[in-house]
């Protein structure tokens, strides 16, 4: 029985999440209902991530056992055949029995997207954070450079998180602007539950001036979810990179 990895790409805005849910069409129930009907037998995946309702991926990796008979070079093809436009696998990879798409990940990258001024796009509301508002893109960034380093990020994760440790090395944060579009990027060996949109729901505060930047350490060592900001919208939230050791 072969260890298939799978890198795909989606839309989440028509989904509940990646992650199977027992009321609602999901990322995961999809790619394992295409994956089942390929292999004629009930096929379960393991993915890098579980990203939430409305939340897209540029790069999502999974990997599955299974013994099929589709050769590997049309495997992509024939899995897309049978998958909703919104959902695609870009590669397809046979690795070592041991490979694990969540457990071997070392780091992942997700960017954040915000439109800003008067009149929101309308071919890009499910992709971004649309604010009127003017937004201190330079305090944004002195702000978004506190979170880079070793911290204890319970004050940016969703209330209610049952994780055994909320220490995490976010290991660059990158701002891109141009025109009225913003890129937030992070890039960090793991992320909390809602721990980017909450980042991002603060940047923005400090962006308008609600906040000033020299507040992040304070709220990190707070530990507190009151402290921080709102939670970002998650049309703006793309899961764009999953990164391995390099025998992964």
Avoid at 1 to 9: G, I, Q, S
Avoid at 86 to 92: C, H, M, T
Avoid at 184 to 210: D, H, I, Q, S
Wanted: aromatic share 10%; hydrophobic share 45%; glycine share 6%.
């Amino acid at each position: 029985m072969a260890n298939y990895k799978l890198v795909l790409e989606y839309d989440g805005t028509n989904y509940h999440g990646f992650q199977i849910q027992p009321n609602g069409i999901t990322i995961q129930g999809c790619l394992e209902s295409a994956l089942s009907q390929i292999a004629k037998e009930p096929v379960r995946v393991i993915a890098a991530g579980r990203t939430d309702a409305g939340v897209h991926a540029l790069y999502q990796v999974v990997n599955f056992h299974s013994n099929l008979s589709v050769p590997l070079a049309k495997l992509p093809i024939a899995i897309n055949s049978l998958l909703p436009e919104d959902i695609r696998v870009k590669q397809a990879a046979i690795v070592s029995d041991q490979f694990h798409a969540r457990y071997d990940a070392i780091a992942k990258t997700y960017c954040y997207y915000i439109q800003q001024g008067p009149v929101a796009s309308v071919f890009h509301r499910h992709y971004c954070w649309h604010i009127k508002a003017e937004l201190n893109w330079d305090n944004i960034l002195q702000a978004g450079k506190k979170f880079e380093g070793v911290h204890d990020f319970r004050a940016f994760a969703a209330s209610g998180s049952n994780v055994k440790s909320t220490v995490r090395n976010l290991i660059e944060f990158h701002l891109q602007v141009q025109d009225n579009w913003a890129e937030l990027r992070f890039t960090a060996n793991g992320f909390l539950y809602n721990m980017v949109r909450n980042m991002v729901g603060t940047l923005v505060e400090v962006g308008l001036g609600k906040r000033v930047p020299e507040s992040i350490p304070a709220i990190l060592a707070s530990k507190e979810r009151a402290y921080a900001g709102v939670t970002a919208p998650a049309a703006g939230l793309f899961l764009t990179m999953v990164y391995y050791p390099d025998n992964a």
